[in-house]
């Protein structure tokens, strides 16, 4: 195919595993986080896709000279009885992207993209594409999707830039929220051993999972939602949290306790020296009331800035810990492209509702009246 930089010629696989190398090259070359990492993949498409009978497409773009100009990781789905592709592990990936050599992504024209899309879409037998949370650029290169039809997702996502953590800690907070938050770690301490750490052994990983797992089911209850963590999803963290500790898409597993009783997890992966949350939890009861998921948030940071870490990132969507420590906001957007005239029946709704969550998120009475429906709505189907 003829494109601004030459013919480009496509491979379109599921074969991840022949694929590795060439994946692990690019992942450590190329701006991109660790849901975009082969490891990351491979474990989505092994304990997620698999079961569910979904395959993982990965579109690779080579010039004329064989030199790999970027790799899409995508993964099938079926909706109204169409399929469509969506990013792989879109579901559960803060932000969503493909590989792209810098020099690629600066010269591919909105007509270059379009027709290297519609074709790995032809030759994947999609109708569509769904691409959700993509961020318009990455770490200072260009995200060439940004090119094609797509509309401003409904949320965000949250970074703090660091450096030294003293000047950074006073410039998010004021004196007196520093002292409040101090007075309540003295709280906890005087309730019993307070504890900030990191699982490190494969039994207290697999162990720290399952309290995440169990803090965050009360969670959704709470919050009147459907519990995203299903079995499947489960051995898929399970796998990531086992990856040797220099790998990109090892989850690391944080931990504030008292007296060996885990208070609030912050977990998240270290990719091109960005600390990544994934995920994040916290306990019941009357330690809540002293902020531990505060007060680990702020040790993993102190250590982050200590670590010579560039970016600590806090994930997509509005949190009041979010508001509190974030210097740095990327707006995303998402595409819901059809690639046949069947293919709008998928694409038109979503993009509606897409629009639709956007609205009610924007504003603070219609976002407070729609959670208070959901918690009703929840509780008569419970």
């Avoid at 109708?127 to 318009?136: D, N, R």
């Avoid at 401003?152 to 949250?158: D, E």
Wanted: aromatic share 10%; proline share 4%.
């Amino acid at each position: 195919m003829t494109t601004s930089l030459g013919t480009v010629s496509l491979c379109v696989t599921g074969d991840l595993e022949s694929l590795k190398v060439l994946w692990e090259s690019l992942q450590a070359a190329v701006p991109c986080t660790a849901a975009q990492t082969y490891d990351w993949g491979w474990a989505w498409a092994e304990h997620v896709l698999a079961p569910r009978g979904d395959t993982p497409v990965i579109v690779v773009g080579y010039g004329a000279d064989g030199t790999p100009l970027f790799l899409w990781p995508f993964e099938t789905g079926t909706r109204a009885g169409l399929g469509f592709l969506k990013w792989l592990g879109q579901d559960h990936a803060n932000y969503s992207m493909g590989l792209f050599a810098p020099e690629a992504a600066r010269a591919f024209t909105r007509t270059d993209m379009s027709r290297l899309l519609r074709e790995a879409g032809r030759q994947a037998g999609a109708s569509a594409a769904i691409l959700e949370a993509q961020p318009f650029d990455w770490d200072g290169v260009p995200n060439p999707f940004a090119l094609l039809s797509h509309q401003r997702a409904p949320n965000s996502g949250y970074a703090i830039k660091l450096g030294d953590f003293d000047a950074l800690y006073e410039s998010q907070f004021s004196k007196r929220s520093r002292q409040t938050l101090d007075r309540k770690e003295r709280r906890l301490r005087d309730m019993g051993a307070l504890e900030y750490g990191w699982a490190e052994t494969r039994d207290d990983k697999l162990a720290l999972l399952e309290t995440f797992f169990a803090q965050k089911a009360r969670q959704f209850v709470a919050m009147g939602v459907k519990d995203v963590f299903d079995e499947d999803a489960r051995a898929f963290y399970q796998d990531l949290a086992l990856l040797p500790e220099d790998n990109p898409s090892r989850l690391r597993l944080g931990y504030a306790a008292l007296d060996g009783n885990v208070l609030a997890t912050f977990n998240g992966a270290l990719c091109h020296d960005r600390m990544g949350v994934v995920l994040s939890s916290l306990t019941e009861g009357e330690e809540q009331r002293q902020s531990p998921g505060g007060l680990l948030l702020r040790r993993q940071i102190e250590e982050a800035c200590a670590a010579g870490v560039k970016f600590f990132d806090l994930g997509v969507g509005q949190a009041r810990h979010k508001d509190e420590w974030n210097n740095a906001v990327y707006p995303l957007f998402d595409s819901f492209i059809a690639f046949k005239p069947q293919g709008l029946v998928l694409t038109l709704p979503l993009a509606a509702a897409a629009r639709a969550k956007r609205a009610i998120k924007s504003n603070s009475y219609l976002w407070t009246v729609a959670q208070n429906l959901r918690k009703r709505l929840n509780s008569q189907n419970g």
